[in-house]
């Protein structure tokens, strides 16, 4: 049995490891309770776990237009817990006036990327205002998370080589393209199925694979399980829970949050 | 809030999966659990024992998958065999309370019904309902039998099955009888389930579904630990999601030892 795997079963916290997520949500939800959802109490269970920052984002632009709504709950969370959370700005290209705007305003609020989840907004996955939003990420070098890119990706891959691109969801279908471009990065949330991370690691570059945790919607244990005590070298892992996203961090030209006191 | 780990690998008993070839493979080069899998399994991921039914007592016929899960866990004492059921008023059963106390003489402590009508094809079509009301629980709320019931019509998957109107029917008709709910994943259900654990003390649920944030964690503040069951849902469900859920959540080593093998021994060790 393996260190990390071992920690795993104890319940250890994972002290002396680099963990940093790249999928994670603030705020209320329309279908479900979540317990323990203000931004001090959901960094008070990453100190636990010694997760050392994440990327965030909202809910309610899932479901509504309200994008600026959620898009000041994540900038207040920012400031009551600096230097943990790192804000991805959510817009919602069916109410296309308001999308660049929207960009820039929270660009200067101090935003670190952009998130996208059009296909649950019923925006088409290939529909004319994803040239600007990734010509947006390009002119900035900053990350954006959609939650599934549609059969466009190579394209935008090619052309907005300063964009960093990061796969909503497991998806090990883009392995092929992970391995032809160094802007492509796959989050690991969720391998629900029967050695689905084990499975999907035979193809995908360890370098461009990502751990997020889909707090707050999902519980932490749920998306490092699979991790931790996968049949996967140890560095392989190490990699995936923070290394990687250490690395993409640095490509952005992002302060990578401190670690926690001991 | 600071928890302590455990001071040594914990008992963990897996209290959901199953053997057997379902409706589709698991994967391209898997096909679902076999004892040396489940075996192998298991000892990958530190699982002490399992307590399994098969593919065809929840696809098929129960009685024919009951027999298939008796020869699935012969000769390997980390296995213990869970029989599923149909209604006692059904007439596929000779003398009801006879088949039960057969199953208890082969060493059967629990048991487990899928009432999902319009279940089909993925399964056989039953209502909890008609259940009760054919008096099918009497004998295992006598003999304090665990119960676990799965409402999901696709057993692979699906979200929010749980009928909790026609649980409530059961819960209420048999107070004493200690019933697991199994959900593939608890999202609306999230709503719903504080005021059947209110009234029903005798609830407890199966953890593989638990998936949202602090949802088990939850559970345990508000109802105490011992209301929860470890399972996997393995082949299913990665056993690595299911297990992190538990090992790495927010309660203290008793709590989560609880969780994951105290309360299923305890509610086994307890039957008559």
Known sequence: MTPLHKQCLLGERLSG?????????????????????????????????????????????????EVAYGNDVIADSCCRVPRRFMGLTMVNPCFECDVMPELERCRGLGFAGVKLITSYQGYPDD?????????FAHEHHTPILNHWWGSKLEEWLQRFPQAQFITGHWDPGRAELVRRYDNLWVCTCLPIA????????????????????????????????????????????????????????????????????? | MDVDSFAALPDIVDAYCSLGRWKRPVAADFYGHDT?????????????????????????HPIDGNEQAMKGIEGEPRLH??????????REYPVFEEYIEDAFQRGV???????????YPSGHDTSVREFVRAGTFVVFEERRFPVFIDFGGDPTGGTDDTDWEALRYLLE?????????????????????????????????????????????????????????????????????????????????????????????????AVQ
């Not at chain 1, 994803?130 to 010509?135: Q, V």
């Not at chain 1, 749920?222 to 140890?234: K, N």
């Open chain 2, 36 to 60: 040396t899998s489940l075996i192998d399994e298991m000892d990958q991921k530190g699982i002490a024992q399992a307590i399994v039914h098969h593919s065809l007592s929840r696809l098929s």
């Open chain 1, 127 to 135: 529909g004319p205002l994803f040239e600007a939003i990734c010509g």
């Open chain 2, 109 to 119: 402590r629990c048991f487990a019904v899928f009432p999902r009508f319009g279940a």
């Open chain 1, 194 to 262: 029967h050695e689905s991370f084990e499975i999907g690691m035979r193809d995908l570059r360890p370098d461009r694979v990502m751990w997020g945790s889909d707090m707050s919607d999902l519980q932490f244990g749920v998306g490092l399980g699979p991790i931790l005590l996968a049949r996967v070298d140890e560095e392989v892992k190490r990699r995936v829970i923070g290394l990687n996203m250490l690395e993409l961090l640095e490509t952005c030209g992002i302060p990578a949050p401190d670690a926690w006191d001991p």
């Open chain 2, 173 to 269: 008709a048999h107070p004493d009888l200690p019933v697991i709910l199994c959900e593939h994943r608890l999202r609306g259900g999230s709503r719903l389930l504080p005021g059947v654990m209110d009234d029903h003390p005798n609830l407890h649920i199966e953890t593989s579904g638990l998936w949202n944030y602090m949802a088990l964690e939850q559970i345990a503040w508000q109802w105490g630990a011992d209301r929860l069951i470890f399972g996997t849902r393995s082949p299913w469900r990665s056993v690595g999601l299911a297990l992190g859920m538990v090992t790495m959540a927010c309660l203290s080593p008793e709590e989560r030892g609880l969780i994951l093998a105290g309360n299923i021994r305890r509610l086994m060790e």
């Open chain 1, 17 to 65: 490891e680099l963990l940093l997520d790249c999928h994670a949500h603030i705020g209320r939800h329309a279908d479900y309770i979540i317990p323990r959802n203000q931004p001090e109490e959901l960094a008070e269970e990453m100190r636990r776990l010694n997760v050392r920052g994440a990327f965030v984002f909202q809910f309610t632009g899932v479901q509504t237009g």
């Open chain 2, 81 to 90: 065999a869970c029989w599923s059921i149909l209604s006692k008023a059904s």
